[in-house]
């Protein structure tokens, strides 16, 4: 199978170019641009982390420590959550676990990731709410910049559409250009803005566990639509996964913020009456 994509824009005006999917070789061992990409993610996601961990009180060691453990983590939880629903295509465990063959899921990652954050939090008796603001961003950022890792592959496209920033595509799999929903850009674009937004707002936050919320928030509304675009979801039955999850999350995460935000204004409004009786 041809590890060249050939992929164009015609709508804006860029025309075809191609894509190798392989960076380099080392002593016969093929080195992906997906991996070189989602490892640049996994940096800039740490050194913002880092640069906020003093306004959560965190330790730099401490961090350290988060990030060795919750990458690890992150990783077998994506690994998992992806094989769980394409068991069909493994013949043993050897192919379930080699994952340099490819196939990873970001909410496995963010499960697994998670799990392991709340663990140590507890190990080191550190608030996990406190770190699980900490990390939201710093993973946006990973998903922001992964998910151009999907688009060197020649993969995670939606469904075929004319519209004017439509993208023509065509690799090993498929023999002549289709021109398909960029959803890899759309998702990276919501990614985006999310993190912007969150950005200007962690100083503001007004209780933890905030800055954790909006980001479930926002990446599962956007997930919820943007996964019934693409032609590569994982499915149960007739339900696209991540769809369903994205739905979850974004009300998992607009509820605790309502819930919480709710019982700040209580608290203040008891405050305020105790001062007036006083």
Known sequence: MSNITTVSFPGLGIGEFDMNKIAFSVFGRNIAWYGIIITCGIILGYLYANYRAKFEGIKTDDLLDYAIFVVAAAIVGARIYYVAFTLEEYDNFLEMIAIWNGGIAIYGAIIGGGIAAYVISRIKKINPLKMFDLIAPAVIIGQIIGRWGNFV???????????????????????????????????????????????????????????????????????????????DSLTQGDIRVSSLVGFVSFVVGSV?????????????QNVGEEQNND
């Open 153 to 231: 592959n020649g993969e995670a496209y939606g469904g075929r559409t004319d519209l004017p920033w439509r993208m023509g595509i065509r690799s090993g799999y498929l023999s002549e250009t289709i021109y398909v929903h960029p959803t890899f850009l759309y998702e990276s674009l919501w990614n985006l803005i999310g993190f912007i937004i969150i950005h200007f707002l962690y100083k503001k936050k007004k209780f933890d566990g905030q800055i954790f919320y909006m980001y479930i928030a926002w990446y599962g509304f956007g997930r919820m639509f943007i996964e019934l675009l693409r032609t």
């Open 256 to 268: 605790m913020l309502i819930w919480n935000f709710a019982k700040l204004r209580k608290a203040q």
